[in-house]
């Protein structure tokens, strides 16, 4: 791995210790260079500097504003970690993130304003003093490492030839014994400046954060004794203080939160990412709310925090159900009663409409449409067909509501996208052709719309991958669809759909594949990078999202 620290400015953050026989995978690997991380990959990494060459470290991006690495970065003596203070860093720090080649000009650098150390393993939590946009997050991962796990790391510290190499290195880790707060690790050699870098594990395609790397025995170092053969090291795990985590990296000013429901090859589960943009583990929704036979399709939307999922059985009926800010679930119940038949019924869309919400449903190649109003009492299915016109083919279907009333259906027809408006005085628009703004987009496979303030923001997929973002303004007028090839990457969905939260655009997409990848833009433009989110069970074929407060 590699690393920048002058020999005379190193004080002692990745200082060789002697640790117990019980910290250590039990063999002696062979000391080699881990390989150079290629552009790109691993972007959440971290170069920390500490008092403008004092000495360096390494870390990781958790989220948009906090990192995380080892609080034997700051402190004089690394081996009093735990009398690391809350506050300001006592000497500059700064972190240079997703910057592959240090010599390089991408990534982004920060400074370090705030650290919140943990007492019981050398761990520390730094916030940057502004947010990073298109930089990937590592997220901590749900299970404990075990003895014998084949793991991964990346740091920026010397190799065993190269005293600065200006790099980030990938390393290859075999766990050794797990302790109460920390693990044993051992393979490519941790080596000064690698402190606070990474130990991950890679979950289905997935990279997830299993502990912080805190000091090692060094052999095979540049500057270490050539006697020493050494390479095992300590390293503080993170997946047994996820709620410490997310209580001191969440965001104050923003306690919104994106539910999602996704019908997968095993049933259909519930799961939230917070404000801090942590993803929980996700639930069995038929355990928890009861079983609808041989779920077709889902959607849900929230109001006032509660989650309400609409789910379309086997049988052709709907059913709902519903999340309480609480957690509990209210039953799932037949709405046929409420609604009326409908036959044929293959796709539900919902959105908020403040105080209820609008339900729009596509059976026999119409367009339904009710409503719920604020005491949970629904409208029936009126024909949205008859007003906004006949459409062959029609495969998918999609609604938001923007400031105003106005209650805005998307559909996907004969390759083609279409939006319709049913105004708040009940009238309706007929359908335009959204395709013409979306130039090049090919054939469309899906849609999805999330109203933010007046504007109407919309995600088309295509069959082949040409992904497009555009934003239908309050005055309706459309912008040009640019290309999402960089903020969700190239993959062909075969399900999407999109929600507003806090201001926020959010998009989810289900792959060809089975994986589920999730992307975020800003209210200034600026998207995150793209995301699969993991921990999902069974194969996903259907996403429904949704913002809810709290």
Not at 27 to 38: I, K, L, N, R, T
Request: aromatic residues 6%.
């Amino acid at each position: 791995m590699s690393g920048k620290r002058p020999r005379k400015a190193w004080t002692g953050a990745m200082l060789t210790v002697v640790l117990s026989a019980g910290a250590m995978s039990g063999s002696a690997a062979q000391a080699v260079d881990g390989d150079a991380a290629a552009e790109g990959v691993y972007s959440f990494s971290a170069k920390i500097d500490v008092g403008g060459g004092v000495r360096s470290c390494s870390g990781t991006l958790l989220n948009n504003q906090w990192m995380i690495t080892a609080a034997s970065c700051f402190t004089e003596d690394p081996t009093k970690f735990a009398s690391l203070p809350s506050g300001a860093p006592a000497l500059k720090s700064t972190a240079t993130i997703g910057r592959t080649n240090l010599s390089g000009t991408t990534g982004e650098v920060r400074q370090i304003t705030q650290l919140i150390p943990r007492t019981d393993r050398d761990l520390v939590l730094a916030k940057l003093n502004t947010p990073v946009y298109g930089v990937s997050f590592l997220h901590p991962a749900t299970t404990a490492p075990t003895a014998g796990e084949s793991l991964k790391g990346t740091g920026y510290g010397r190799t065993k030839d190269t005293w600065v190499p200006n790099q980030l290195h990938t390393a290859a880790y075999t766990a050794g014994t797990v302790e109460t707060t920390g693990l044993g690790i051992d393979g490519t050699p941790v080596c000064k400046g690698d402190t606070g870098g990474p130990v991950l594990r890679e979950k289905n395609g997935r990279p997830e954060l299993a502990a912080i790397v805190t000091n090692s025995w060094q052999g095979g170092c540049l500057g270490a004794d050539p006697a020493e053969t050494r390479t095992g090291a300590a390293a503080s795990r993170v997946d047994d203080i996820r709620a410490w985590l997310t209580e001191n990296t969440a965001s104050t000013l923003n306690t919104w939160n994106l539910q999602m429901v996704t019908n997968t090859s095993t049933g259909l589960y519930h799961g939230m990412r917070n404000s801090n943009g942590d993803w929980t583990g996700f639930g069995d929704v038929e355990k928890a709310a009861g079983s609808v036979t041989d779920v077709a399709y889902a959607a849900d939307a929230a109001i006032k925090g509660k989650n309400y999922v609409f789910a379309v059985g086997g049988d052709g009926h709907l059913y709902g159900a519903a999340r309480r800010a609480t957690g509990g679930w209210d039953a799932f119940r037949d709405m046929t009663t409420e609604l009326g038949e409908k036959a044929g019924l293959t796709r539900v869309a919902v959105t908020s409409t403040g105080p209820g919400l609008a339900l729009v449903g596509l059976a026999g190649g119409r367009v339904y449409h009710a409503t719920m109003s604020a005491d949970e009492t629904w409208s029936k299915w009126g024909d949205a067909t008859a007003k906004l016109g006949t459409l062959s083919d029609a495969t998918q279907l999609t609604v938001s509501q923007t400031s105003g009333g106005n209650t805005h259906v998307g559909i996907v027809a004969g390759g083609k996208a279409y939006h319709g408006l049913r105004r708040e005085d009940g009238t309706w628009s007929t359908w335009g052709n959204v395709t013409q703004f979306a130039t090049g987009v090919g054939t469309v496979g899906g849609m999805a719309f999330a109203g933010i303030g007046g504007d109407l923001q919309v995600i088309l997929t295509s069959t082949t991958g040409n992904n497009r973002h555009g934003i239908r303004s309050a005055d309706g007028s459309w912008s040009d669809f640019g290309s999402l090839s960089t903020k969700l990457g190239t993959d062909t969905a075969t399900a999407v759909d999109a929600a507003a939260v806090a201001g926020e655009f959010q998009a989810a997409i289900v792959t060809t594949d089975g994986k589920v990848k999730h992307a975020l833009r800003h209210a200034d433009g600026k998207w995150d990078a793209p995301e699969q989110v993991g921990n999902i069970p069974g194969i996903p074929a259907t996403v429904a999202i949704t913002g809810s407060a709290g």
